[in-house]
């Protein structure tokens, strides 16, 4: 086992040990440590995703929380790849991204083509899945339901300071039917203090992605697509994302302007949208 520098993935699959110790059987970490034979502070590393466990050391830990060969082998590829700079994941896997934000400080993100997960309504979720055609109509009940459940973090005591930058014309897509999207801009309106609106005429050259940071690990920029999550921790990588939102700051309105657009779309004029302002409700 060495100790080495802990990754966004490291830590939510270092949690799920913890889980799976704490669940399948009754032994605290130093109890743990001596029926495997390891120091006490080896348990407590790899639950926290400071130190990457050897095969072995998973097979042993797997073992005592009795989960067979087919669990190890999952659990091994997930792990595989955990501690990189960069960490590519299938769509589903949402895990590492719910534990990446409910321990982040801050986050920043910003969202060129549709509203923030963190503040969407579940009928605009439900949609939005529905459009893509990337996920089986079976699954999105359940991704909707995980989604709203991560919306939780904000509603927290120590919830973490948020900003969403969200570019205009991220608002102009019509997902779902009008009560959707007048239901979307309301909730929005009552968030507004987290976000800031790009105006329809600012060119960006991004996707979108979103900053985590936290006060005692590096921070995170992750990227999300049609079919993979991208978790970043290259430090080149990261200093481009902060240029990035540095940008942001600069060509985004301001709160009160933010809030002012916001109204807009929530009152607009009875009128059919025509592709250059607001819709209507």
Sequence with gaps: MSVITSTACSRALGDELRRLRETCT??????????????PSKVTNIEKGKARASEIDLVQFLTMCGKDIDFFEDFRRRYKNAFDEYVVQVHEELRTVAFAESTAKTMTSYSPRGVPGLVQTPEYADALYRLGGFVPEERIPNLVRFRIERQAI???????????????????????DDQIMEDQYAKMLFSAQDIRIVPADVVVPSSGCVLWSYEKSTSVAYCEADLVNVFVEDPGAIARTRLLFDHLDQVALDAGQSRTKLAEYVSPPREEFDGRGPRLA
């Design 154 to 176: 904000l509603r927290r005591h120590d919830q973490p300071t948020c900003l969403f930058f969200v570019h205009e014309l991220a608002l102009r897509q019509k997902v779902g």
């Design 26 to 39: 009754d032994l605290g970490g130093a109890h743990m440590a001596v029926r495997l034979g390891w120091h």
